[in-house]
T-cell receptor, first 117, second 110 residues
């Protein structure tokens, strides 16, 4: 199984709603990532979890709240979002990087396309 | 900080070769990658090259690395309409943090 599965594929929410994006992988990867991608732009790193602990938060607003309940699952909880938060949210996983060893091959999901009204 | 740059757009005819170029600034880059993104989809790793190599070939794909000039290229032989997508160059250092280029949109005309 070399897949990263994201749900839902599409989400429309109002600015007062609370919703969650979910990501699952069964490749035994212990690093999981959330990226945000706006149209015609490269993905921007939001969060990195390593061994189920948050290791990187790229100064993401608190209206985005990540959670890693176990080594296979990664959630992104959304609350009080703004229209400019509309984007494709990509989850990825990889082996945990070791200095000088192993390619940093990230396996990406298909993404969850979020529209905030 | 790291910077990865690519040209925005490339148009080729079906059957021709495509060459997508990328430049990067981080001299400590360990691996360099090419990802493909089709419309509405996630990113798919096409190939990668370790920084002590200068060429890697994988079927229709050839990656060339000029470490001195910090220049990376992806050549797609016999380009097909199914190759139309956005191609992202990315680099990483000792960890797994990727820095992506802005992406090159490849359009293949029949």
């Amino acid at each position: 199984d070399t897949e990263v599965t994201q749900t839902p594929k599409h989400l429309v929410m109002g600015m007062t709603n609370k919703k969650s994006l979910k990501c699952e992988q069964h490749m035994g990867h212990r690093a999981m990532y959330w990226y945000k991608q706006k149209a015609k732009k490269p993905p921007e790193l939001m969060f990195v979890y390593s061994y189920e602990k948050l290791s990187i938060n790229e100064s993401v607003p608190s209206r985005f709240s990540p959670e890693c309940p176990n080594s296979s699952l990664l959630n992104l909880h959304l609350h009080a979002l703004q229209p400019e938060d509309s984007a494709l949210y990509l989850c990825a996983s990889s082996q945990v990087g070791r200095s000088g060893k192993g390619p940093g091959e990230l396996f990406f999901g298909e993404g969850s396309r979020l529209t905030v009204l | 900080g790291e910077d990865v740059e690519q040209s925005l757009f490339l148009s080729v005819r079906e059957g021709d070769s495509s060459v997508i170029n990328c430049t990067y600034t981080d001299s400590s880059s360990t691996y360099l990658y090419w990802y493909k993104q089709e419309p509405g989809a996630g990113l798919q790793l096409l190939t990668y090259i370790f920084s002590n190599m200068d060429m890697k070939q994988d079927q229709r794909l050839t990656v060339l690395l000029n470490k001195k000039d910090k220049h990376l290229s992806l050549r797609i032989a016999d380009t097909q309409t199914g190759d139309s997508a956005i191609y992202f160059c990315a680099e990483s250092n000792a960890g797994n943090m990727l820095t992506f280029g802005g992406g090159t949109r490849l359009m293949v005309k029949p």
